[in-house]
């Protein structure tokens, strides 16, 4: 009966430490606490506020600022900014207004939208307005004189491109969010799997319709060229090159005698 109830208490004290154990262990298991929303907005590309991918933006602003915020891109993601402004809904606000959203590199230059409305034009009585841009993916190289986008620091600007003069500096809502979409930098087809120049088989013939092979096997057992053997009566001609320089120094030759000629007995000639 003892050894009863006090297998009995061991079981419930070991259930009470597994339920107070619990919550700790779930709570060393759980997903990261999602990152914080940034509510500023910097502006120009000296001063724009740095957004990591997956991060939130929020912030109020005017009608007519140039917002700028800023991202760190590796090399394949593809990254997708989504901005959504809320309108002012003052009476002041007449006719129809443009909002753009434009990404720059780390040199300003602009890089191309793949996906998305990167422009759109509100009418005077939309609420919001949603914009978007999906860049191309991230490369590893590229050549100096493209545009295609390297790892690096990419800039957003956020903008009204036509605004009617009642509607400035009336108070807007904004929203942004950058993703990244991660892959292989590397575009498809890139492993080279043969080499690009054929090894070369001096002397050997290769019909037309046929490849060299890129074996180094098949250069070993090419056949070698016939060499001639040497004769003690061979003689090959120099070439016209040595015969300018036999001719030039025959004629200095010539040149240098009739000078030391002339200046050696003068009175020769004059008497």
């Not at 759980?30 to 001063?47: E, H, V």
């Not at 040199?107 to 005077?124: D, F």
């Not at 180094?216 to 056949?223: G, K, L, N, W, Y």
């Not at 240098?256 to 008497?271: E, I, Q």
Request: contains cysteine; proline residues 8%; glycine residues 8%.
């Amino acid at each position: 009966m003892r050894v009863t109830r006090l297998l009995s208490l061991s079981i419930a004290t070991a259930a009470l430490a597994l339920a107070t154990a619990g919550p700790a262990f779930a709570g060393g298991k759980a997903s990261p606490k999602p990152r914080t929303t940034i509510g500023t907005a910097g502006t120009s590309f000296l001063t724009a506020t740095t957004v990591q991918p997956g991060q939130s933006a929020r912030l109020s602003a005017s009608t007519g600022d140039y917002l700028y915020w800023s991202f760190a891109a590796a090399a394949g993601q593809t990254d997708r900014i989504a901005v959504t402004i809320t309108l002012p809904t003052d009476a002041n606000r007449l006719g129809a207004s443009t909002w753009n959203v434009e990404v720059f590199d780390g040199l300003r230059r602009r890089q191309a939208c793949t996906a998305g409305p990167q422009t759109v034009t509100a009418q005077s009585g939309a609420a919001k307005v949603s914009l978007q841009c999906t860049l191309r993916q991230i490369r590893s190289w590229a050549e100096p004189w493209s545009s295609d986008p390297l790892p690096g620091t990419y800039f957003v600007r956020l903008a009204a491109a036509d605004l009617p003069e009642q509607g400035l500096g009336l108070p807007i809502d904004v929203r942004l969010r950058i993703s990244a979409k991660h892959g292989n930098a590397e575009p498809s087809g890139a492993h080279l799997k043969a080499p690009l120049s054929p090894a070369v088989n001096p002397g050997a013939t290769v019909a037309p319709d046929a490849m060299p092979s890129a074996d180094p096997s098949a250069v070993s057992s090419a056949p070698k060229p016939v060499q001639r053997a040497k004769s003690w009566f061979s003689f090959s001609w120099p070439s016209t090159r040595w015969w300018w320089t036999i001719g030039g120094g025959v004629l200095a030759a010539v040149a240098g005698v009739a000078g030391y000629s002339l200046t050696r007995h003068p009175h020769r000639w004059f008497s």
